[in-house]
Nanobody
Framework: QVQLVESGGGLVQAGGSLRLSCVASGSFSSIGVMGWYRQAPGKQRDLVASITSGGGTNYVDSVKGRFIISRDNANNIVYLEMNSLSPEDAAVYYC????????????????WGQGTQVTVSS
C-alpha cells in the first residue's frame, strides 16, 4: 500500500518561512510528477507547485519567487520551501504523487497525503 506523509506545517509570522516535506512509502515501481496543493477554508484545492521526476518545475503565479519545490528521488521525498509567507498562504497543504505500481505497466495512480496545516499570523 502506498502512503504519502506530509510534515513541516505549523504557525509562522508573516514574512517567515516554512519547509514542508512529503515522503512516499510502500510498494511501487516509480514516481512521476509530485506536487503540492493547498486548500483554504471554503475554497477549492488548488495547485501550488509541481515537479517532474527529471526536475522540471511549475508554480502558480502567486508563489513564484517565494516558494521552491524540490525532490529527492532516491528517498522518494518532495519538499516545498516557503518564504515570505503571508496570511493569504494559510491553508492545509497536500502532497500529491503520480505513482507507477509495476515496471510492466505504464499505468500510474494518483495518491494524496493527509495534509498539513500552515497558519500565518499577521
Amino acid at each position: 500500500q502506498v502512503q504519502l506523509v506530509e510534515s513541516g506545517g505549523g504557525l509562522v509570522q508573516a514574512g517567515g518561512s516554512l519547509r514542508l516535506s512529503c515522503v512516499a512509502s510502500g510498494s511501487f515501481s516509480s514516481i512521476g510528477v509530485m506536487g503540492w496543493y493547498r486548500q483554504a477554508p471554503g475554497k477549492q484545492r488548488d495547485l501550488v507547485a509541481s515537479i517532474t521526476s527529471g526536475g522540471g518545475t511549475n508554480y502558480v503565479d502567486s508563489v513564484k519567487g517565494r516558494f521552491i519545490i524540490s525532490r529527492d528521488n532516491a528517498n522518494n521525498i518532495v519538499y516545498l520551501e516557503m518564504n515570505s509567507l503571508s496570511p493569504e498562504d494559510a491553508a492545509v497543504y497536500y502532497c500529491r504523487a503520480e505513482i507507477r505500481g509495476s515496471p510492466y505497466s505504464v499505468t500510474t495512480y494518483e495518491y494524496w497525503g493527509q495534509g498539513t496545516q500552515v497558519t500565518v499570523s499577521s
